[in-house]
């Protein structure tokens, strides 16, 4: 009886060690300025399956990311919850960033933003409000990277503490 039980324990261990496991939950976002155009350029990059999740559940759509069936609304709504949930701000004041589209990469999507018409050399601060995927997936975290010239520094975002900035001083 003792050895049945050994042998029942040890077939079903891998079996119960692939159903705990933990998903995480992160995007990174890279904010650099562009000299050449006068504009910040950011890209953002997260998971396929956690945005079609959030198309679903926010829009009622199935977006089918990266698939031949992908929605022909896909862009309309990853805009529509970009500008809702990603902020950019500069000196304080909340700026607008143009969608300049997406692309695939394996199990990522990279959406591609770019926030036009830029003096660098009159703005004291850039601050990034990111509160992607976080209205969905309570353990999300979204780390952004700044690089604005010889200055570097990078966050991890949570719930509670979603906003990141850069002084320019």
Request: hydrophobic share 40%; charged share 25%; with cysteine.
């Amino acid at each position: 009886m003792q050895s049945i039980k050994k042998t029942l324990l040890i077939l079903l261990l891998p079996l119960l060690a692939f159903t705990v496991a933990h998903k995480f939950y992160i995007s990174v976002t890279s904010v650099e300025y562009s000299d050449k155009d006068r504009a910040l350029q950011i890209t953002t990059r997260v998971f396929i399956d956690d945005f079609d999740k959030v198309l679903q559940e926010r829009y009622g759509i199935k977006g089918n990311l990266a698939t031949k069936e992908e929605s022909a609304m896909a862009d309309t709504y990853i805009e529509k919850y970009l500008s809702t949930k990603f902020i950019v701000e500069i000196n304080g004041k909340q700026v607008d960033f143009n969608f300049l589209g997406k692309e695939y990469d394996n199990d990522i999507m990279i959406c591609y933003l770019e926030v036009p018409k830029i003096d660098i050399s009159a703005s004291t601060s850039i601050g990034v409000q990111n509160e992607v995927l976080m209205d969905i997936f309570e353990e999300q975290k979204n780390v952004v990277h700044f690089k604005l010239g010889n200055q570097k520094k990078s966050f991890v975002l949570i719930r509670d503490n979603n906003k990141g900035m850069l002084n320019l001083n």
